[in-house]
């Protein structure tokens, strides 16, 4: 067979289970076939063949049979995971840590081996904070607008200008209008303070694109009233993210669904889906609350109401649905 494999070469390579296999059948080969193998090998070669053999089989059966160390258990291994993953600052030491405080005892280690076998970095440094829980954490001292525009089926090209509060989601429409002037730009900033102080909102800082569309007086007026204005960065939508996806939410329920005919349909639409996503929608954003109406008292055991009588209200003409129970 090892001929076969060499045909046409110079010299005879043997592979690991040919030299088992004539090292193991050494002492069984009869004389004349052991005449023919000195044509393939000498017979020191084969018997150090087999010495090697015998040496590897005595070494596996001394070798202490070890189990190794048990799997950490997987309840764990999921805990050490949900710290790093909510707590992006934290090394696996301080992970380890964390884990003592709770009462659970495992290696600095298996919390290092953990991390390591899930793809994160044990290193403290293993990943900055994103611009989602940058805004979430400042959310109550922040407020975000944006310009967006919709077409009219004539083709006229109408302007929205919103503003949102990151902290309870509540949505300030100020305008549309057909023409964003530089003197349509500030009176809207100055109703955006009147309605902030009406409210008792403290914001002290207002993100906006650079958009030329805002004035450097829009700037002043607003700083006048304590409020700083933040440009986002070129092309990062993430740092203005809220809004982004407020702008995403609003094409989706309402304009992409209906047909605005001039800037005054546009102004009486957006009123009516102002005043539902501020009371009525529920947001996910917020633990599914609602801007301006705390959740209702919630009904431990719906089996021993006999009937639930749920009215659905429409709005915009069955755009938008609203329900609740019959008074």
Known sequence: ???????????????????????????????????????????????RWHRDLVARHHAARSRPKRSGRPRTVHSIRVLVLRLARENPTWGYRRVHGELLVLGIKVAAS???????????????????????DFLRSQAEALLACDFFETVTPTGARLYVFAVIEPANRRIRILGATAHPSGAWVVQAAKNLVLDLEDTG???RFLIRDRDGMFPELFDAILKVAGIEVVLSGVQVPRMNSIM?????????????RTLIWNQRHLCNV???????????RPHQGIANARPLHPLPQVIVDPGQIVRLDIR?????GGILHEYEHAA
């Open 201 to 203: 909102c403290r914001a």
């Open 110 to 132: 298996t919390v290092w081996e953990i991390l390591r076998d899930a793809g994160i970095d044990p290193a403290p440094e293993r990943r900055s904070s994103t611009w989602a």
């Open 270 to 280: 957006l009123r009516e889906f102002e005043r539902f996503y501020n009371s009525h």
């Open 244 to 256: 982004e996806r407020w702008v995403q939410t609003c094409r989706r329920e309402l304009l992409d």
């Open 1 to 47: 067979m090892v001929l076969e494999r060499q045909l046409g070469g110079d010299r005879q390579r043997f592979g690991p289970g040919d030299r088992a296999f004539l090292a193991a059948l050494l002492h069984r080969v009869p004389r004349d076939v052991l005449r023919r193998l000195r044509l393939l090998v000498r017979p020191d070669t084969v018997l």
């Open 312 to 316: 659905r209200r429409e709005r915009l």
